[in-house]
């Protein structure tokens, strides 16, 4: 079975600041996909970042970047510089790539950026 | 990057309907779909996956009479909420997967379903 993990249900940081949004996860398939995901007020969700299991290098795209620690079972997300638009609901999820290969999200932060 | 999407984007009903949402990829092709469907302030939770071609799979506690999904084409998977009822309003959201290796997910812009 798959978990993910977010402990922060809320988040407030200041603009042209960086902040850290938490997610853990758990899994039995040796191989796996962790994403990001974006939500703004009118519900789309926006595809942010990927890192891979076996991906050697921490993702990066432009201002987010996963801070992914394997051991910990640790695949936090990095938004640097922070903008009024980063307000918004973010999600955590991931995928196995064994049988059950079904994205699992989970329960969202929501981020808001004050001037 | 790979664009789906979703119509229509908000439906109010009458309690006893049936209403369909459309899902579409519009420049690639996805063998499988997912819907999903989120309570307010809550996570996405997967309701079903849609495989072109054959049948759903749909999750626990996900009665499939009342939510039909259908996968016509390698582009087009629909969702029917039958006989709805005000319980059922919710943000259905439906996603598709790239064809790439990623597994990554291309989301719609999401349904808002009102049942009175």
């Known amino acids: 079975a798959q978990k993910i993990t977010q402990t922060q249900p809320g988040m407030f940081v200041q603009e042209k600041e960086a902040v850290t949004l938490d997610c853990t996860y758990d899994?039995?398939?040796?191989?796996?996909?962790l994403f990001w995901y974006k939500q703004p007020s009118s519900g789309e969700m926006i595809f942010l970042i990927y890192?891979?299991?076996?991906?050697?290098q921490n993702a990066t795209e432009g201002r987010y970047s996963l801070n992914f620690q394997k051991a910990r079972k640790s695949a936090n997300l990095v938004i640097s510089a922070s903008q009024l638009g980063d307000s918004a609901m973010y999600f955590c999820a991931m995928r196995g790539f064994g049988t059950a290969s079904k994205l699992t999200f989970g329960t969202g932060t929501r981020l808001q950026v004050t001037l | 990057g790979a664009v789906v999407s979703q119509h229509p984007s908000w439906v109010i009903c009458k309690s006893g309907t049936s209403v369909k949402i459309e899902c579409r990829s519009l420049d690639f092709q996805a063998t499988t779909m997912f819907w999903y469907r989120q309570f307010p302030k809550q996570s996405l939770m997967l309701m079903a996956t849609s495989n072109e071609g054959s049948k759903a799979t749909y999750e626990q506690g996900v009665e499939k009479d009342k939510f039909l999904i259908n996968h016509a084409s390698l582009t087009l998977s629909t969702l029917t909420v039958t006989s709805a009822h005000p319980e059922d309003s919710s943000f259905y959201i439906c996603?598709?997967?790239?064809?790439?290796?990623?597994?990554?997910?291309?989301f719609g812009e999401g349904s808002r379903l009102t049942v009175l």
């Open positions: 996603s598709a997967r790239a064809p790439q290796n990623t597994g990554e997910l291309f």
């Open positions: 899994t039995s398939d040796p191989s796996y996909g």
């Open positions: 890192q891979g299991s076996y991906d050697q």
